[in-house]
């Protein structure tokens, strides 16, 4: 059989049982024990143990339940409420100011979490409804919270980035220090747009009465209430880029400091331990089963031929070397629409990697441009997860329909941050390079 055979039915296999709903960590077994069995040999499956092996016992992955606490424990301590109290008493007198400091607000919890769900919840329970009351638009409410929210896997600690740093073999740190910039630029990018579609048309986010406006004392106080927090971020992330610790060190000194902060803000229950604990070794357990399936799955297309098979037809297309970029780019953005995040990133990096060794693409920069495509997938309609997340919440006002129209205008700004990477390197890798050795 030909390797263009297998290629196919190895893809159109696995298609095929993730649109069925299976769960996706089984999908990519199922087509790695079957293809194997079938394409190599009963005596192939042996081969799967050692790579998946391999790759679960990476040090890098001991990061991922270390984040995952540390989120976790910063949402129990009521950090989410303390930190729109300041955003409300400090911006809501402007036009759209609240939606704009939701932007904010969610842009400060990403570099608390690394999760998209986190930021999007906290708001959706917390701004989503104080905005409405004060007679904001439907869809600007409710756009800057997905969108918003969705800068947790961008801007560090980011779990995605964790999976594309162990899957094409670059620096975890570097990745990570790479997505400060462009997360930064794209929350500035959505908060000038609401607040240039607010200053022509103040009926969508119109400020609070003067009276009801918080003084200049009240003001600072709230500040008070997120000084730790952000002192965890600085340190965080001040570690991994002096190279103090890295990045498995860093979600160390998170955990732990994440537990101060519940217990300076009188949050710190057996229950909420036990609560925090739970959702870690949850999600934790989520994303290795993903990683075990993932490389299963690259290794089934290593051996078949499907990689090399692959890797010939995009190097062989009469572009240049950023214009294959942009090919593979356009691929996974369309794929986002339709699949899960931690799937693509496991299907596409084994692929796409060596393609862009290949071409002589620094893989830092590939790494990080893969990085942001696949989060983008996570707010684009009919399945980004991100409105999913928003749309369980339970607001009664806001149907599907209303999520996907609500997104469509902050897509935009996510694919010129995207663009910009792209045509200027230095943005995303300005940061890295002067990282210490």
């Known amino acids: 059989m030909s390797v263009g055979m297998i290629t196919f039915i190895i893809w159109f ?48 992955f001991v990061a991922v339940p270390l984040f995952i606490f540390m989120a976790s424990m910063l949402e129990i301590s009521g950090i989410g409420s303390r930190l729109y109290d300041m955003m409300y008493k400090w911006m809501a007198g402007l036009r759209g100011g609240l939606s704009m400091g939701t932007v904010l607000i969610c842009t400060v919890i990403a570099a608390m979490t690394g999760l998209a769900g986190t930021g999007t919840i906290i708001m959706g329970i917390l701004a989503y409804p104080e905005m409405r009351k004060r007679g904001y638009d439907k869809d600007l409410a409710a756009g800057s919270i997905m969108a918003g929210g969705t800068l947790g896997p961008l801007i560090p600690p980011s779990l995605p980035a964790i999976i594309v740093a162990s899957l094409a073999g670059i620096s975890v740190g570097k990745l990570f220090i790479a997505g400060i910039l462009p997360g930064l630029i794209c929350s500035l990018l959505m908060i000038v747009y609401i607040g240039i579609r607010c200053f022509r048309n103040p009926s969508l986010g119109p400020p609070i009465p003067l009276v009801e406006r918080a003084n200049w004392r009240e003001k600072f106080t709230s500040l008070m209430g997120v000084t730790a927090p952000i002192f965890l971020i600085l340190l965080v992330l001040g570690g991994i880029y002096t190279g103090a610790f890295t990045p498995t060190e860093a979600g160390g000194v998170g955990a732990v400091g994440a537990l101060i902060c519940s217990v300076i803000y009188r949050n710190f229950t057996w229950k909420n331990l036990y609560s925090a604990l739970t959702m870690s070794f949850r999600i934790t357990a989520m994303s290795l089963w993903i990683v075990l399936g993932g ?14 098979f692959v890797g010939s037809i995009v190097t062989g297309l009469p572009l240049p070397p950023i214009g294959i970029l942009a090919v593979i ?26 393609i862009a060794v290949a071409l002589g693409i620094d893989l830092l920069w590939f790494g990080f441009l893969l990085t942001l495509d696949v989060i983008i997938g996570m707010i684009t309609p009919p399945f980004g997860y991100t409105l999913f997340y928003f749309r369980g919440i339970g607001h009664t006002d806001v149907s599907m329909t209303d999520v996907y129209r609500a997104i469509i205008p902050y897509i935009p700004i996510w694919l010129i941050v995207l663009v910009l990477s792209m045509v200027f390197p230095y943005i995303p890798l300005c940061l890295p390079n002067m990282m210490i050795k």
Do not use: E, N, Q
């Open 13 to 60: 296999g696995l298609l095929l049982l993730l649109f069925s709903g299976f769960p996706i960590a089984f999908c990519l077994i199922g087509v790695a024990v079957v293809g194997f069995f079938v394409f190599v040999g009963p005596h192939a499956l042996f081969t799967i143990y050692p790579t998946i092996f391999g790759s679960l016992t990476k040090d890098v």
């Open 329 to 354: 780019l356009f691929i996974i953005f369309i794929m986002g629409m339709f699949m899960d995040s931690a799937a693509i990133m496991m299907i596409t990096v084994p692929v796409f990697a060596p």
């Open 295 to 308: 490389a299963a799955f690259s290794s089934l297309c290593g051996i078949t031929g499907v990689t090399r």
